[in-house]
């Protein structure tokens, strides 16, 4: 069985002390020892993520072949499509891998929204990390009218597509999607595990498509409200492989009860 992949994703939030603190309680808690059947990443600000590698690799760490390991990884919340040059103010896959990143978001409907990023622009993010082998978590979902007028699995398909037309199914390959109904994003709507299944099972058979040992590997997150009382719904789904939490995560106390919530339910599961 392919581990879950819960990301806590802090979004524009936190300061150096704030999360040192938010660190501490990770260390305090000893939250690894909670984690033998999910994995765990958090996306800090871009500006933190040097110092919450350094404290991961201080704190959190094990040996396996003589490699160190993080028993949490990184995730950069965003990155840009050049590995260098002329482009003030942005940062490189490159960069994100130096740093320890292991993940990278890319397509939130926030940056797509905010920052006016296409399903062009996308698809060469995609490709730019996995250049660096960095593993990019593509989001995609429908909004609030999407959502009214029946077009979620619409909109999700051209999302999808659109990477797929521009850089081949293989862009799918060790790469991970996260659906995010952005009607859901932030505002405690708990979305029907039910729909969410049936959302993730139409994203499967999309990619399934053109590839189906791609689509039965791929990995597929839920994001949208996530919180302590519906994280077990969701994972109870059959095509849901994990979670992108947002606002439970800033609370480190609420993000350690998600994961040791999880890990038991999966024990039990087993065992």
């Known amino acids: ?36 059947h999910i994995d765990v990443a958090i996306a800090p600000p871009i500006v933190y993520l040097s110092l919450v590698n350094d404290y991961l690799l201080k704190n959190c760490t094990y040996f396996s072949n003589q490699t160190k390991h993080k028993y949490i990884e990184l995730c950069a919340q965003n990155v840009d499509i050049n590995l260098s040059g002329a482009f003030t103010g942005d940062i ?24 006016k990023e296409n399903t062009t622009y996308i698809a060469k993010k995609i490709t730019t990390v996995k250049k660096i082998k960095l593993i990019p978590i593509l989001c995609i979902g429908e909004n609030q009218q999407d959502y009214d007028s029946g077009s979620t699995q619409l909109t999700c398909a051209y999302q999808i597509d659109s990477v797929i037309n521009l850089t081949g199914i293989q862009a799918f390959k060790n790469t991970i999607i996260a659906y995010e109904p952005i009607w859901a994003i932030g505002n405690g709507i708990n979305v029907c595990p039910k729909h969410v299944q049936s959302i993730h099972e139409f994203i499967r058979q999309r990619i399934a498509l053109h590839d189906t040992h791609i689509a039965k590997q791929i990995l ?52």
């Open 1 to 36: 069985m392919t581990s879950p992949l819960i990301i806590g994703n802090w979004k524009l939030n936190g300061t150096r002390q704030k999360i040192q603190e938010s660190l501490s309680i990770l260390t305090k808690e000893k939250i690894i020892q909670y984690k033998k």
């Open 92 to 115: 490189s896959a490159a960069m994100l891998k130096d740093l320890g990143v292991k993940y990278v978001l890319i397509g939130h409907s926030e940056r797509r929204k905010y920052h």
């Open 220 to 271: 597929i997150q839920y994001g949208g409200s996530v919180n302590l009382n519906n994280a077990i719904q969701l994972l109870e789904q059959k095509d849901v492989n994990g979670l992108l939490i947002g606002a439970a995560s800033l609370n480190m106390n609420t993000f350690i009860q998600i994961i040791q919530t999880i890990e038991q339910y999966l024990q039990n599961k087993l065992y």
